[in-house]
C-alpha cells in the first residue's frame, strides 16, 4: 500500500515501505535515502519520500516505564510509534494527561517531537518539545545516540522539529502532568472583529490554561467563537463522545465551496452556545477527531492546509489575510485564530515564535488556489512571519529560508541519510547533493 500524507495530494510513492516493530532492530541497508513514517497526520509532504524509503514506526508501540518526579510531574518513556491517543486512553482514567497536545491525537511520539507540535495553551506550557526529557535517536552510521537538554545536548535541538532528518527517533522520555478529572470548564464568546478577539484573548491567557478561537473565514468583517477552557476539578463529571464516525467515501469533487462554506459558518456561528460549560475534554481538543477519514471530505485531488504566524505587532496582517480569503470564496470549516506566547522551543526549526497563528484548509483547486497562496505568502513574508512545515506541501524554497533563521546551524545536524520531499523541495542543498 502506498503510504500518503494527510493532505491526500497526488505525490509519486516510495520505492518501499518497511516496517519496524523492534526498537532495538538496526536501520536497514538499503539504496537511497530512509525516513521515518508514524501514522501519517502530516498534511504535506514532510512525511514522504517519493523514491526512497519509508520506515512505518506504528509497529513500535510499547511503553516501557512510568514514574512520579518529585516535583508532582510524570515521565514515560515508551517507543516513538505510540499514539498520543495511546496515552490519553491508558493514563487519563488515572489522572495524567499530555502538558501539551495538537488538535489531533492520532500522532506519534516520534511525530509529535519530529514536528515540534503545539496546543492552545501555549501561553502556559510552550510546545511539545519543551516537555521531551530525553530520547534515543538511531543514526545511519548505526550509532545510537541518548539526547536530552544535558546530553548531545546540539542533537537534541535540532531533533525536536527537526522534521525527522536528524535519524530515527526510536524511544523517548515524556513529561505528563497531574489532572483530576477528564472535564473541562469551557467559556464561549462570540466576538465581531480582530480588535474584539485580541482583547478576549488577553484576557483569556491570563486567567486560563487554553485559550482558541474558531473564526468565520469567508465573513466581511472577521468574527466568530472565542473559546477558553481550564481542566475541572475533582469530582466534575463529562460525557465521553461515543466511538468516532467514519466518512463512507470520497467524494469525486469537494463538497466545499463558497455556496456551502458560507451556509455552514452561518449556522456554526449561531448555532446555540452556552456561556460557560463542563464538558469533557476530547471535543475541546481534539475537534475533528471524532470524524475518521474526514480528509476524503475534501476530495479526490486532495487539499492543503496553510498555517502560518506573524509577529504580535503585525496583527494587520491576519486582517489582510483574512480579507484576501474571503475574497477568494476559498476556505474550511474549521478555521483556527490562536496565539503563541513568549516560551522558547528547544527545537532549531519548531514551528512556534510569539505571534499569532491562523490555520486553514483549502480543497485544492488548481490555479485559483495557488494564486491566494501567492497573495498569502507575500503577506507572511512582508510580516515577518513563516509557515508550519507539518501542514505544508507547497511552501517556496525562499520563505522557509528566510522565516527559520537556524536553518544553517540546523543543517549540521542531518543524518546523511534522511530526507524527505519537503526537504528536497525547500532545501538549498539536500542530505544526498
Known sequence: MALNAWGRLPVAPAAQELRRSERAAPLPAVDGSLLAFGNGRSYGDVCLNSGGTLLTTRGCDRFIDFRVEPDGSATLACDAGVLLADIIDLFLPRGWFLPVTPGTRFVTVGGAIANDVHGKNHHRAGSFGSHVRAFELLRSDGSRRRCAPDENAQLFAATIGGLGLTGLIVSAEIALRRVDSAALTVENTRFHGLDEFFALNAAAEAAHEY???????????????????????????????????????????????????????????????????????????????????????????????????????????????????????????????????????????????????????????????????????????????????????????????????????????????????????????????
Open 211 to 433: 485559550a482558541v478561537a474558531w473564526i468565520d473565514c469567508l465573513a466581511r468583517r472577521p468574527r466568530g467563537i472565542f473559546m477558553a477552557a481550564d481542566h475541572a476539578p475533582a469530582g466534575s463529571t463529562a460525557k465521553a463522545p461515543g466511538a468516532p464516525k467514519r466518512a463512507p467515501f470520497t467524494p469525486p469533487l469537494s463538497p466545499l465551496n463558497k455556496l456551502t462554506l458560507a451556509a455552514f459558518n452561518a449556522a456554526y456561528y449561531h448555532k446555540p452556545l452556552p456561556a460557560q460549560a463542563t464538558t469533557h475534554l476530547l471535543p475541546y481538543f481534539y475537534p475533528l477527531d471524532g470524524i475518521l477519514d474526514w480528509n476524503r471530505l475534501y476530495g479526490r485531488r486532495g487539499f492543503y492546509q496553510y498555517q502560518c504566524v506573524v509577529p504580535a505587532t503585525a496583527a494587520g496582517a491576519i486582517d489582510e489575510m483574512l480579507r484576501a480569503i474571503a475574497a477568494s470564496g476559498q476556505g474550511s470549516l474549521l478555521a483556527v485564530l490562536k496565539t503563541f506566547g513568549d516560551l522558547a522551543s528547544p527545537g532549531l526549526l519548531s514551528f512556534p515564535m510569539p505571534g499569532i497563528t491562523l490555520a486553514l484548509d483549502f480543497p485544492e483547486r488548481g490555479a485559483a488556489t495557488a494564486a491566494l497562496f501567492a497573495r498569502l505568502d507575500a503577506i507572511v513574508a512582508a510580516a515577518g512571519g513563516r509557515l508550519y512545515p507539518a501542514k505544508d506541501a507547497r511552501m517556496p524554497a525562499a520563505l522557509f529560508g528566510a522565516g527559520y533563521p537556524r536553518l544553517e546551524e540546523f543543517s549540521r545536524h542531518l543524518d546523511p541519510k534522511f530526507s524527505s520531499n519537503f526537504w528536497r523541495r525547500v532545501a538549498t542543498s539536500s542530505p544526498q547533493d
